[in-house]
T-cell receptor
């Protein structure tokens, strides 16, 4: 199993550009989520999905869109990048939602918006 | 709103020098408290889940304990390979099952 994979590893954007961060898992996990990590702060939940076709907003959803057409993939879209979106983005997955299910994190995407 | 505070922010240890990391939390209905290890440039790696006060879990040189207000991660006789940032997170009763993370404690173990 590859676990949770993310691409790209690094990305630089100009303000106003759009892009998609890719996330895939091969563990047949129902629950997937996106977090951002900023210096001096804990990881914060952006969006999550409890299964294919079902997505919902987390703590900091503004400026981001998600979709979940398959169990395996959960891309994160930045519609019009802003410098405030400079961060490290992590995708995570677990078999189901709930504390009894360990969440596995991907290696992250480091995004810089100029 | 769920809140997690970790202390200290950074900890420098000599190899073999045991110490403890603190995670204080406030949460409405604790589903679980999680400890993760994060190496530079990598994603968090799961260590433990604790569910109720009084619970303890161990893994090699690490031992996690839980009370109703805080959790401790004890590192016994650390080695340089234990150098990492240790993250604490709680999952409360929110419908999104989100993990609320602390900012982490960066541990450096010198040989």
């Amino acid at each position: 199993n590859a676990g949770v994979t993310q691409t790209p590893k690094f990305q630089v954007l100009k303000t106003g550009q759009s892009m998609t961060l890719q996330c895939a898992q091969d563990m047949n996990h129902e629950y997937m989520s996106w977090y951002r990590q900023d210096p001096g702060m804990g990881l914060r939940l952006i969006h999550y999905s409890v299964g294919a076709g079902i997505t919902d907003q987390g703590e900091v959803p503004n400026g981001y869109n998600v979709s979940r057409s398959t169990t395996e993939d959960f891309p994160l879209r930045l519609l019009s990048a802003a410098p405030s979106q400079t961060s490290v983005y992590f995708c995570a997955s677990s078999l189901r939602q709930g504390a009894y299910n360990e969440q596995f994190f991907g290696p992250g995407t480091r995004l810089t918006v100029l | 709103e769920d809140q997690v505070t970790q202390s200290p922010e950074a900890l420098r240890l000599q190899e073999g020098e045991s110490s403890s990391l603190n995670c204080s939390y406030t949460v409405s209905g604790l589903r679980g408290l999680f400890w993760y290890r994060q190496d530079p440039g990598k994603g968090p790696e799961f260590l433990f889940t604790l569910y109720s006060a009084g619970e303890e879990k161990e893994k090699e040189r690490l031992k996690a304990t839980l009370t109703k207000k805080e959790s401790f991660l004890h590192i016994t006789a650390p080695k340089p390979e234990d150098s990492a940032t240790y993250l604490c997170a709680v999952q409360g009763e929110s419908v999104d099952y989100k993990l609320s993370f602390g900012a982490g404690t960066t541990v450096t173990v010198r040989a």
